[in-house]
């Protein structure tokens, strides 16, 4: 995986340059519905650990894998609107490489996002 930030891997861990890391979690609370908002906090809050995964597949159960190809749509589409409009490129692997994309709070979050009407302004890709 080739990345288009600074990331550094220690003791199995990834380590991804802060500045990069706080440009994506602000992006994404400027993008996330207001009705949204609170829960987007509560999600970028907590730090994923090793066993995000384990625990989403126990949260959510059999539901899991209509809900990632539910919210698929909606995480493409912000990948090509941070990295195209916002010239934040990297957003699926900042997900995968601060294990957020498996975390439940934020499975949930894309989830409720991916749910809503587009009665709220959602981001547009500029091509």
């Known amino acids: 995986m080739t990345v288009p930030f600074a990331t550094h891997h220690k003791a199995g ?3 991804v340059d802060a500045r990069a890391d ?4 602000e992006a994404l609370l400027r993008s996330v519905p207001s009705s949204l908002r609170g829960k987007m ?3 970028l809050a907590a730090t994923p650990d090793a066993a995000a995964m384990a625990h989403s597949i126990r949260y959510f159960g059999a539901e899991l894998n209509s809900i990632k190809a539910q ?8 990948n090509l609107y941070l990295g195209r409009s916002l010239q934040l490129p990297g957003f699926l692997d ?3 490489l601060t294990n957020f994309g498996n975390d439940y ?12 009407k587009l009665s709220e302004p959602t981001p547009r890709v500029i091509q």
């Open 94 to 96: 900042w997900l995968n």
């Open 13 to 15: 861990i990834a380590f």
């Open 41 to 43: 906090q509560e999600a």
């Open 22 to 25: 706080a440009a994506f979690r």
């Open 71 to 78: 919210v698929a749509p909606l995480v493409e589409h912000l």
């Open 105 to 116: 709070r934020m499975i949930k979050v894309f989830k409720g996002w991916s749910e809503m």
